[in-house]
């Protein structure tokens, strides 16, 4: 039986390591995909569950910068075929504004922008048959929790954004984070649209899913200490009541997605099928969308 090779973004902590640790159980090898291959080393070292005897390779990947995409794009040659790709990898941050090595807004730029480029150029080379984009529950205004809420703008606002003198940093660059998740359900409209429109001998699935609020994983690397409190205290009241998730039971079904969903083009909460944001639905904002990340990167893809 031929192996099925997944790449996880993000895959050295949280939900993608335990999405790569629930993978290798199932006999997929992967391809960890991670800013720094040292600290994914250590995590696995660190990581009693993770069975070191199954199939998996550390390959550096920084999705903030366009040309590290394409070398790790451009690396993958001994792979003759990748069966799914799980973009997970996310980072958030909270007061002035950061910028990727392209100098966009770094939350759009990596979150979004960067699994774009990825999905992609990958599919220039490969007949991938399952995709999966994290997002979260954040996307929609409707959410229940107290951070700012998603606005979607044209591209150029949402690479390059400008200081809003009516609220604060910490508010915007959590909006940032939000639409930033709202952008992936968008583009895994709109990529399912695509494949349909083009009737391809190989279905690819795409879905996207918000795997819960996780306030405390590596998501936030890019606190400060005083943010990192500030979560971990929200993250104990949302469990108070009900609204937190953890990484080990989440990745469960993001490996539901790979393994064993037959849907495309949907939308799911953890284990279950879910109506996402009014916004993701909006064909002219996923156009727009693709459009103007095709306009960033100098590109076009999958055209219909």
Request: charged content about 25%.
């Amino acid at each position: 039986m031929k192996v099925k090779n997944v790449i996880v973004t993000g895959a050295n902590s949280g939900l993608g390591l335990w999405t790569t640790k629930y993978l290798l159980d199932l006999d997929y090898s992967v391809v960890m995909a991670c800013r720094n291959i040292e600290k994914t080393q250590k995590a696995i070292d660190e990581f009693p569950e993770f069975d070191k005897n199954k199939e998996f390779i550390i390959r550096k990947l920084d999705l903030a910068d366009f040309e590290s995409i394409r070398n790790f794009v451009d690396g993958l040659e001994d792979f003759e075929t990748i069966y799914a790709l799980d973009c997970n990898a996310g980072i958030s941050y909270e007061g002035p504004f950061r910028f990727t090595k392209n100098g966009i807004e770094e939350t759009f730029g990596t979150n979004y922008l960067g699994h774009f480029l990825l999905t992609n150029l990958l599919l220039e080379k490969y007949t991938l048959e399952r995709i999966v984009m994290i997002s979260s529950e954040l996307h929609n205004p409707k959410n229940k929790s107290p951070f700012a809420k998603a606005v979607f703008k044209p591209v150029p606002e949402l690479a390059y954004p400008k200081v809003d003198e009516n609220t604060t940093l910490q508010k915007q660059t959590q909006s940032f984070y939000a639409t930033s998740k709202l952008c992936d359900i968008l583009f895994t409209y709109e990529l399912d649209r695509r494949f349909k429109a083009k009737g391809l001998p190989i279905k690819t699935l795409v879905n996207a899913i918000n795997p819960g609020l996780m306030l405390t994983t590596n998501l936030g690397r890019k606190h400060t200490s005083g943010e990192n409190l500030y979560r971990k205290f929200l993250d104990i009241i949302f469990k108070i009541i009900g609204l937190s998730d953890n990484p080990r039971a989440s990745a469960k079904s993001v490996v539901r997605l790979i393994d064993a969903i037959t849907t495309s083009g949907l939308y799911y909460d953890k284990d279950k099928l879910a109506q996402s944001s009014a916004d993701s639905y909006d064909e002219q904002k996923a156009k727009a969308l693709w459009e103007g990340s095709e306009a960033i990167i100098g590109s076009k893809f999958l055209t219909k």
